[in-house]
């Protein structure tokens, strides 16, 4: 059976049994479309991304995510998502263009197939001058980018971001959300954890992850 959306069900998630839930019988189920989750620092949604690409297990509940409607696991995470750490996490003695070439190798692209993805995404991001510099003689906006372009050059089914354009100008900005919009279209799934007001003009649902949530006393009066 084929699925198209990422599913959290009744999930709960606690980094160890005597600690407090950091998300407490969370449902919610991400259609196709780009959904940003928005809320305070420190309120979830990172690990609710973890949660959704299989690198954290849940506590109570499942996650169902394309194409099967399965777990997430190394099979999925490998060929179906593409995920961008707010590190970034580029390999730092490679180039940008063996970074991409990497990240599509393991997704099962062979041959010339890796070198056509790797220049068509560093040229929609705006990277192709750069494919043979190594991540750290580049700006940060610069590495931001690579970091988009090399989840995209899986071409998963399943994108996640993690406050992918924090600190960027709008310029670059612009360039990550045309990048995201154009790829998601109407059949694949995003979820950008973000508090940038920029990316809502791009979002098909804006989810407020505080109203899952207890609000932390210190700041129920600003409120």
Not at 146 to 167: C, F, M
Request: net charge neutral; with cysteine.
């Amino acid at each position: 059976m084929n699925n198209n959306t990422v599913s959290f069900q009744h999930i709960g998630f606690r980094y160890r049994p005597a600690y407090p839930w950091v998300l407490e019988d969370f449902s919610h189920t991400f259609e196709p479309g780009v959904h940003l989750v928005k809320g305070f620092s420190g309120c979830g949604k990172s690990t609710l991304l973890r949660l959704g690409a299989g690198y954290l297990l849940p506590s109570a509940g499942c996650v169902r995510v394309p194409p099967f409607g399965e777990a997430p696991d190394a099979a999925f995470q490998r060929a179906f998502l593409g995920f961008v750490f707010q590190q970034m996490n580029l390999l730092p003695l490679a180039s940008l263009e063996r970074n991409l070439e990497l990240a599509s190798s393991l997704a099962g692209v062979s041959g010339q197939e890796l070198a056509l993805r790797a220049r068509k995404w560093l040229t929609l991001l705006g990277l192709e001058k750069l494919s043979q510099r190594l991540p750290g003689s580049l700006s940060g906006g610069q590495q931001q980018r690579a970091s988009i372009a090399r989840a995209l050059v899986k071409e998963p089914q399943v994108l996640i971001l993690d406050e992918p354009t924090s600190g960027l100008d709008d310029l670059n900005t612009e360039v990550i959300s045309k990048a995201i919009r154009d790829y998601i279209g109407t059949s694949r799934v995003c979820i950008i954890s973000t508090h940038d007001h920029r990316l809502e003009k791009i979002a098909d649902e804006i989810i407020d992850f505080n109203r899952f949530l207890p609000m932390e006393r210190h700041l129920e009066t600003l409120v």
